[in-house]
């Protein structure tokens, strides 16, 4: 009876045991986890800035423009071209807002209505911008010019940094179709102190310029 009874009680232990492994694998189960758990992106710190609202004494010059499927430059004149310093507030921005593949990856959330009538990429650009220019506490440094008729830009007095340089071309002027693209054109630069850099190519990386 006593081996029979320590039988019963170990069984009774293994399958407790095995019950609570179970419900905590299942707790623990990616596929399960919580929205409320996903990394939130970093916050906005001002030190990060610092260094980059100074005039500097460096300049840019360069050319931002969409490669079309016939491998012309698509330019609009009077295009914003944005210089936006690199810290981990703006990139995550830069990653989920500019260099990306899909609306859904700006943050803005997919529902029914925005699945019947998908926005474009250009869309979502150009939300993504307007977000980023009305935090505050990041305008000030900023720095945004526009580009002429050939998509030529300028930036002087600039501090020491990496940056990102922006422009949403929202169309060409062109008579053909593939000349009336909309799109953005970026670039990823780092900029030593009075550094003079011209013949910048900023496009949407289609081409192997990128």
Same mark, same amino acid.
């Given at each position: 009876? $006593? %081996?029979?009874?320590? =039988? %019963?009680?170990?069984?009774?232990?293994?399958?407790?045991?095995?019950? #609570?492994?179970?419900? $905590?694998?299942?707790?623990?189960?990616?596929?399960?986890?919580?929205?409320?758990?996903?990394?939130?992106? @970093?916050?906005?710190?001002?030190?990060?800035?610092?260094?980059?609202? $100074?005039?500097?004494?460096?300049?840019?010059?360069?050319?931002? &423009?969409?490669?079309?499927?016939?491998?012309?430059? +698509?330019?609009?004149?009077?295009?914003?071209?944005? =210089? +936006? @310093?690199?810290? @981990?507030?703006?990139? !995550?921005?830069?990653?989920?807002?500019?260099?990306?593949?899909? /609306?859904?990856?700006?943050?803005?959330?997919?529902?029914?209505?925005?699945?019947?009538?998908?926005?474009? %990429?250009?869309? /979502?650009? !150009?939300?993504? *911008?307007?977000?980023?220019?009305?935090?505050?506490?990041?305008?000030?440094?900023?720095?945004?010019?526009?580009?002429? @008729?050939?998509?030529? &830009?300028?930036?002087?007095? +600039?501090?020491?940094?990496?940056?990102? +340089?922006?422009?949403?071309?929202?169309?060409?002027?062109?008579?053909?179709?593939?000349?009336?693209?909309?799109?953005?054109?970026?670039?990823? #630069?780092? #900029?030593?102190?009075?550094?003079?850099?011209?013949?910048?190519?900023?496009?949407? /990386?289609?081409?192997? *310029? /990128?």
């Amino acid at each position: 009876m $006593q %081996l029979r009874g320590r =039988l %019963l009680c170990g069984t009774v232990i293994a399958l407790l045991l095995g019950s #609570l492994w179970f419900t $905590q694998a299942w707790a623990t189960d990616p596929g399960d986890a919580s929205p409320a758990m996903a990394p939130q992106p @970093p916050g906005l710190n001002e030190k990060d800035l610092f260094p980059y609202k $100074q005039k500097g004494r460096g300049t840019l010059a360069g050319q931002a &423009f969409l490669g079309s499927p016939s491998g012309k430059a +698509i330019t609009q004149a009077g295009a914003l071209v944005h =210089l +936006i @310093p690199v810290t @981990p507030y703006t990139r !995550h921005w830069f990653d989920h807002s500019v260099r990306t593949t899909s /609306c859904s990856a700006t943050g803005n959330p997919v529902s029914a209505e925005s699945t019947a009538a998908p926005r474009s %990429l250009t869309d /979502c650009a !150009h939300e993504a *911008l307007t977000r980023l220019q009305t935090e505050k506490r990041l305008v000030p440094y900023l720095r945004t010019t526009k580009a002429n @008729p050939t998509g030529h &830009f300028w930036f002087t007095k +600039i501090p020491a940094g990496r940056y990102y +340089i922006v422009s949403l071309i929202e169309g060409g002027s062109g008579a053909h179709q593939d000349e009336r693209l909309a799109g953005t054109a970026w670039l990823v #630069l780092d #900029l030593e102190a009075g550094e003079k850099v011209a013949n910048l190519v900023v496009t949407d /990386c289609k081409s192997s *310029l /990128c």
